[in-house]
């Protein structure tokens, strides 16, 4: 049930949920060398970034299936922002 209600946190809200990683778990710093990468990721790729951290894996890294959840919150991250950008052509747009 917490693998749920986290994955439902993460897809709804991932800069809150970044923010989470960083205060109550060690997640950021394993998966990430700098503190900059984090704050990169923080700011243009939320999504990409959370999931990155929760498969990376302390020894091997990300592998296998790990890629394809990495690759899933990217798909979030340009579906986000071409939506973002689709809704305000859309807007503004001369009919």
Do not use: E, H, K, N
């Not at 503190?35 to 951290?53: D, E, Q, R, S």
Request: hydrophobic share 50%; proline share 3%; glycine share 14%.
């Amino acid at each position: 049930m917490g693998c749920c209600a986290g994955a439902l946190f993460i897809a709804g809200a991932p800069r809150v949920a970044l923010v989470f990683l960083w205060l109550f778990t060690d997640r950021l710093s394993l998966a990430f060398d700098s503190f900059l990468m984090g704050l990169v990721g923080f700011i243009l790729l939320p999504y990409t970034t959370t999931l990155y951290a929760a498969a990376y894996a302390p020894i091997g890294g990300v592998t296998g299936i790990g890629w394809l959840v990495v690759i899933a919150g990217l798909l979030l991250d340009i579906g986000s922002y071409s939506s973002g950008a689709y809704s305000g052509q859309r807007q503004y747009s001369t009919r």
